[in-house]
């Protein structure tokens, strides 16, 4: 079975601050991560995902196979960065993405 | 080009009626994944289509849902004799399954189901 885990629901920072969301992963196989994120009255989208190891809106995100972690970290955090933010692994049969709980990112001015 | 359509987006029905959700996934897009949103709830999993074929419906929460997909594309979710717990954003996406299975999913608005 597959499991991804976001301890926090909700997370408050200030502008200009670092942000890390947190997220651990339980498979078997070998993971595919990604994050997705919902901004308000918009659809789910894809931020990044771990195989391309690119940074996106200057977020990154490092997969840590000793630890089963996949956090998400942004250096500097920005009022525009609020938002549902979900970790999600999908299996390596490409049937079944599972996601966390998310996480609600809200950054004050 | 044009994303994930889901009609309704919006969806009142009473206790004990039947609804009819709808997908249109991107053109060419051969996998297919319905999931449902509850409030205060993570994504749940729902079913998967690969092209017409859903070879695993243990997602699905009860009998009274169920699913079919037609052509290859539009998809459709069917809830029997709804409950209040039904409620919920069923959210529907799809990707090219050619791109290894690490292509992400796009996923549509979804439709907000409230049962009264």
């Known amino acids: 079975a597959q499991r991804v885990t976001q301890p926090e629901k909700l997370l408050s920072v200030f502008k200009g601050a670092p942000v890390e969301l947190k997220c651990n992963y339980s498979y078997s196989g070998s993971p595919e991560l990604f994050w997705y994120v919902q901004y308000s009255r918009q659809r789910l989208q894809l931020l990044l995902r771990h195989i391309s190891r690119e940074s996106i809106k200057g977020f990154t995100a490092d997969l840590n196979k000793g630890e089963t972690s996949f956090h998400l970290k942004k250096p500097f955090a920005q009022e525009e960065d609020s938002a549902m933010y979900y970790c999600?692994?999908?299996?390596?049969?490409?049937?079944?993405?599972?996601f966390g709980g998310g996480t609600r990112l809200m950054v004050k001015p | 080009g044009a994303g994930v359509s889901q009609s309704p987006s919006n969806k009142v029905t009473e206790k004990g009626k039947d609804v009819e959700l709808r997908c249109d996934p991107i053109?060419?897009?051969?996998?297919l994944y319905w999931y449902r949103q509850s409030l205060g709830q993570g994504l749940e999993f729902l079913i998967y289509f690969q092209g017409n074929s859903a070879p695993d419906k243990s997602g699905l929460p009860s009998d009274r849902f169920s699913a079919e997909r037609t052509g290859g594309s539009v998809s459709t979710l069917t809830i029997q004799r709804t409950q209040q717990e039904d409620s919920a954003v069923y959210l529907c996406?799809?990707?090219?399954?050619?791109?290894?299975?690490?292509?992400?999913?796009?996923f549509g608005n979804g439709t907000r189901l409230t049962v009264t």
């Open positions: 999600a692994l999908m299996n390596n049969a490409g049937n079944m993405l599972t």
């Open positions: 996406a799809s990707r090219p399954t050619g791109q290894g299975y690490n292509s992400p999913l796009h």
């Open positions: 053109s060419g897009h051969t996998a």
